[in-house]
């Protein structure tokens, strides 16, 4: 595994189809924070079909927002299927945000899935 620095909404040196997996641990929810937010949250999630494989992409966004706060970015681009899965949280009596798991599937649809 190797990792490298870059800025996703702006575009990576890869060609097209270089990954079967992109895993996002909170960057939607970090990019949307930022002053021009809601172009850089679209070009991230453009970005991120662009690189995943046609035959069998798959995207993991993980963030703390609920999905009908995130489902507008996953209506773009030709995404086949999205899951969201609610994460169960430790409960160790600390009040805590929820994560969701958003799934997108780039490739024809082998699950069943649920468009947001």
Not at 92 to 100: L, M, V
């Given at each position: ?51 995943l494989?046609?035959?069998?992409g ?22 086949s ?14 009040e ?21």
């Amino acid at each position: 595994m190797t990792f490298e620095l870059g800025d996703i909404a702006k575009g990576l040196n890869y060609p097209d189809e270089s990954f079967d997996l992109i895993i996002c641990k909170k960057t939607l929810d970090i990019i949307l924070c930022g002053a021009s937010s809601v172009a850089d949250a679209r070009n991230m999630i453009r970005e991120c079909f662009r690189l995943l494989n046609k035959d069998h992409g798959v995207l993991v966004i993980l963030s703390s927002a609920k999905p009908e706060d995130r489902a507008v970015f996953f209506e773009q681009d030709g995404w086949s299927g999205v899951m969201n899965i609610k994460l169960p949280s430790n409960d160790d009596g600390r009040e805590r945000k929820s994560t969701f798991a958003y799934i997108l599937y780039k490739q024809q649809q082998r699950f069943h899935t649920k468009k947001l």
